[in-house]
């Protein structure tokens, strides 16, 4: 009788354990908060001084898909090349895009917060993006992640580079000269 019920009791044991494992393999929503904030305290100092500096006239988005902000000119590419081009898109985030409040969020500037030290996957994300956002005629602006930015400041940096024909002309594709070489695209 002892055997019986130390047996019953082993399966029952076994049973209990067995459908813990299926509960937690086949669970439909196996997710957890990644982190309490969406931003490290430097990115989050930075996006209320751009908002401070220039909340009346742009809204600020963040953590964006480049995919989001720019399209594939899928004219004369092939199908291998487009999907290569829709890859190297879809899974960049861009820090901060600038769109403006009273032209239908038009997309003005993308603003990027980089390390003090950049290493070289940094410098080659930056290079990837502003060719991207160059091609799809987009400024994009970076600044390093360092303390003492002014709302004020930032304001009238980021206003008077979107302001200069210079800068502008240089967010759109360039031609080469006859040297073979363009002209250096402003910060």
């Known amino acids: 009788m002892e055997f019986v019920l130390i047996g019953f009791i082993a399966v029952l044991v076994l049973i209990a354990m067995l459908a813990s494992r299926l509960t937690e393999r086949y669970s439909p929503y196996p997710y957890k908060k990644r982190q309490e ?21 742009y809204r600020i988005l963040t953590k964006v898909r480049l995919g989001d902000v720019v399209s594939i000119r899928d004219k004369g590419m092939s199908r291998a090349a487009i999907r290569e081009a829709q890859g190297k898109v879809s899974n960049r985030m861009l820090d901060y895009v ?87 695209m402003a910060a």
């Open 98 to 184: 600038l769109c403006d409040r009273h032209n239908g969020m038009r997309v003005v500037a993308v603003i990027e917060l980089e390390p003090v030290e950049a290493n070289q996957h940094q410098a080659k994300r930056n290079w990837f993006l502003k060719n991207s956002l160059t091609a799809a005629g987009i400024p994009f602006l970076r600044f390093k992640a360092k303390s003492g930015y002014r709302a004020d400041e930032l304001s009238r940096f980021i206003t008077s580079k979107l302001n200069q024909t210079d800068y502008v002309r240089a967010a759109r594709p360039k031609m080469r000269g006859a040297d073979g070489h363009s002209a250096p």
């Open 37 to 57: 904030s969406l931003f490290s305290a430097t990115e989050e100092q930075f996006l209320t001084l751009l908002e401070r500096g220039l909340g009346d006239q």
